[in-house]
């Protein structure tokens, strides 16, 4: 793969600017870091509640066509105790951890061969020995299993799956929108395609622009069940919207890129780091404005998401993620609220929580970023309190009340959620502060 470094979305900034004018907001100091962005009118005559920095979706709903298609789908299905099995598959995917690699085991295996040979009542063989060290081995270490996707299970993660994941890319998509408005995709490829959620989420953003959505999944399966969803329910009926294709492997010509390419909670699928390698290089090679990468909101998809970050670029600040050099590692993850499918199980909004990189090729341009929001917000009577991963590689807990820090980035403070960006800068005169506030309970 070509090197690349730091690209970001700094390729489009420049028919982003806004004219330089006097701001609404006062310069105000948040203690270390921030102060308010006055170098423009970033509010313009928008109110508080929807200022610039607000990328957070409201609760978002499949498409009727598709919720249809999947109730149909499952309907029609013989599969038995689908809703149990449905809450042990979530519960399964949620909590699992990559693959322990080969020099890792090993690793452990010497390590505990070394505590047997110290104790004087270990086995004194080198067969009992081997099989002590294994015997240990299995019960100290994850077990990872690949999902063999047959039919019934590729239903089961239609029903589990469908909506949050579609609800976790529309998020994404979103904030591309927001911050490039005027970017028209034409192509798409989804790696891990599975039910083909990210076609639609793709579609529904768009739709408008895109001819060609290719779907890349291992399981004919779930390949197969996809193309039932975008017809309907049925295998005769007519594509919901045209352009859709459907492949087991990766396009092998490294000519063939694509505008928008997306593995979402497909790594964490492959079996090895060098098999993400491979294919994180690979997706690279194809993307020709953006790549997005979804994990679940847990440790174990955040740390692969850093990983996978670290080989293609560092953003959003070209340093080490503030999460993992705490004392108390965190998932940097993000929430968005949706309307699941009216399964009998399905009677309330759920909230699907994930992280998630996007990667755009370009090179930076300016490095005065809005931080964004790590965790929910805090309101508390007459302050807020706001976690944020700042453009300097640092967090900060800003405390920000109406005084000290002016009405409007306190009102913008209130507006905001967890993922969205507050509109301040780190001032120049200040450097940043090698000391880090530790995370709320």
Known sequence: MATVRAPTLS???????????????LAALVPSVTHVDNRSDFLGKKPHRRHPGILQLPHVQLPPALAKAAQLLLLESTVADVEEKVQTLSNYLWS?????????????????????????????????????????????????????????????????????????????????????????????????????????????????????????DSSAAMLGLAEKLLKGGSESGKPYFPGV??????????????DVVVAAFALSEL???????????TLWRKTSHFLVLVENGTRAGHRLLMDARDLVLECPHELPCPQLMASQP???????????????WNKKPKEEKFSMVILARGFPEDANRWPRITQPVLRRPRHVHCH??????????????????????????????????????????????????????
């Open 330 to 344: 965190l998932a940097c993850s993000f929430s968005q609220g949706y309307h699941p499918i009216p399964f009998s």
């Open 96 to 216: 699992r951890h990559l693959p322990v690699e080969p020099e890792e085991l090993q690793r452990r295996a010497m390590h505990l061969e070394k505590k047997f040979l110290e104790n004087p009542d270990s086995p004194q063989t080198e067969e009992k020995l081997r099989r002590a060290v294994l015997h240990a081995l299995r019960r100290t270490t994850y077990h990872w299993q690949e999902l063999s996707y047959n039919k019934e299970l590729s239903l089961v993660y239609m029903a589990a799956r469908l909506d949050g994941g579609f609800a976790a890319v529309s998020r994404a998509f979103h904030e591309i929108q927001i911050r490039i408005p005027q970017f028209q995709p034409q192509t798409l490829m989804d790696f891990g395609s599975g039910t083909g959620s990210v076609t639609w989420a793709a579609h529904t953003a768009w739709g408008q622009s895109l001819r060609e959505y290719m779907c890349v």
């Open 271 to 281: 079996p090895s780091a060098a098999d993400r390698t491979s294919v994180l290089h």
């Open 11 to 25: 390729r489009w900034r420049r028919t982003l600017r806004l004219a330089p004018q006097l701001s609404r907001a």
């Open 245 to 258: 294709f459907f492949r087991q492997f990766l396009p092998v010509s490294p000519k063939v890129q694509f």
């Open 388 to 441: 944020l991963c700042c453009p300097d590689g640092h967090m900060q807990h800003a405390v920000i009340t109406a005084t000290r820090h002016g009405r409007d980035l306190y009102r913008c403070a209130r507006a905001s959620s967890w993922g969205d960006l507050l509109p301040v800068i780190t001032p120049p005169e200040s450097p940043p502060s090698s000391k880090q506030d530790p995370p709320e309970s």
